[in-house]
């Protein structure tokens, strides 16, 4: 029985022990193959570490904004008798731009203006009889009281006609109509918009920790999509506080628009200038691979055999400007890096460079459709 049952344990021992080794063996080979096959060459674009001369900046979106505003609109309803403004035009401060019906106000103020009259006659001949002392002094005080509550009243009925029209506040330029001739509008109803845009601010916000590089009086460069050029101003305000949800501050800068080509709500990008140029080290952006543990480029050398490969190599990178980023610490200038591909590359890879679909190096890119 004891024989028996050892046959069986090493008949099962050689069993699992050769299928076991034949893994192992089939294991060694398939690495031994893959250790032994050649690294596929990659191919790729390159490009030289340049120099530049960068101006140190701060860069930051915004909007424009009018320095005056308001939708105009009517202090109490009526029907709208007059329109005396055109959509688009320019009007200086207290023009009358429309009104409304009066007919009925004006026919109460007639009857106040005459009720004042008569309380002013009766005042006069009050006065005689007081100096006479024909009446007292109280009766002479009651008749001017009366006189100048009838003139307050008459007081009070132009003013009531004078919220019939709406005027200008200040010198500006108009919208669109929002009314027409015989329409009855409520109080508060939108008749036109009036701006002023000349000159016109530009409001953004930067990050707390550009709060020192920023003052009153600081120049400004200001690019909006509808036109090719910069317009120039000068930053106005600086809000006191920093907001606690962003940790960012707002900026106010005035620009002179004497063509009124900027409108309010347009969107900005602002630059400001903080120092003096100098001399930076700049690659394409797509020659850094960008990681959590650091950024790297992959630098191309020619080794015994004479074949091209790359080594990665960490750099330490800065601003970004159009398509170029500037590279603090790493990399020399002249040094020639891969741009294009980095997805297929790791240290010693052998490299082949093409010429085709070579990226982009503008520092000021702008779509062909801008």
Request: without cysteine; hydrophobic residues 40%.
């Amino acid at each position: 029985m004891t024989r028996r049952f050892f046959l069986m344990l090493l008949a099962v021992t050689l069993v699992l022990g050769g299928i076991f080794g034949f893994k192992a063996f089939i294991d060694a080979q398939i690495d031994a193959f893959f250790d032994d096959m050649p690294v596929p060459t990659a191919t790729i674009t390159t490009t030289e570490a340049g120099t530049a001369r960068w101006t140190p900046e701060i860069r930051a979106i915004g909007s424009l904004e009018a320095v005056q505003g308001a939708e105009l609109s009517t202090e109490v309803g009526g029907i709208v008798r007059e329109i005396l403004f055109q959509p688009g035009s320019e009007v200086v401060e207290d023009t009358i731009l429309l009104r409304l019906d009066t007919e009925t106000a004006q026919a109460e103020l007639v009857s106040l203006e005459a009720a004042a009259r008569l309380a002013e006659q009766e005042w006069r001949r009050a006065r005689r009889l007081a100096e006479e002392q024909n009446i007292s002094e109280a009766e002479l005080q009651r008749r001017g009281s009366e006189l100048d509550q009838a003139r307050a009243a008459v007081a009070a009925q132009r003013a009531r006609i004078s919220q019939r029209s709406v005027r200008a506040p200040f010198d500006g330029v108009l919208g669109i109509r929002r009314v027409n001739l015989g329409q009855y509008v409520s109080p508060g109803d939108p008749i036109v918009t009036l701006e002023s845009v000349d000159p016109i601010y530009v409001n953004f916000t930067l990050a707390e920790g550009r709060l020192g590089q920023v003052s009153a009086g600081q120049a400004v460069q200001v690019r909006v999509d509808a036109f090719a050029e910069t317009f120039e101003g000068r930053i106005s305000a600086i809000e006191p506080r920093v907001r606690t949800d962003s940790r960012s501050f707002e900026v106010q800068a005035l620009l002179s628009n004497p063509e009124r080509r900027l409108r309010a709500g347009q969107f900005a990008r602002v630059t400001l200038t903080t120092g003096e140029p100098a001399a930076v080290i700049v690659l394409p952006q797509t020659a850094v691979r960008f990681n959590p543990f650091g950024n790297s480029v992959f630098v191309l050398y020619e080794d015994d055999a004479g074949q091209l490969r790359v080594r990665e190599r960490f750099v330490q990178t800065g601003e970004r400007r159009g398509d170029l980023i500037r590279i603090v610490d790493g990399l020399e200038a002249g040094e020639r890096v891969a741009s294009s591909g980095l997805l297929k590359l790791q240290n010693e890879t052998p490299v082949e460079i093409t010429t085709e679909a070579q990226p982009s190096e503008d520092p000021d890119p702008r779509p062909g459709n801008a």
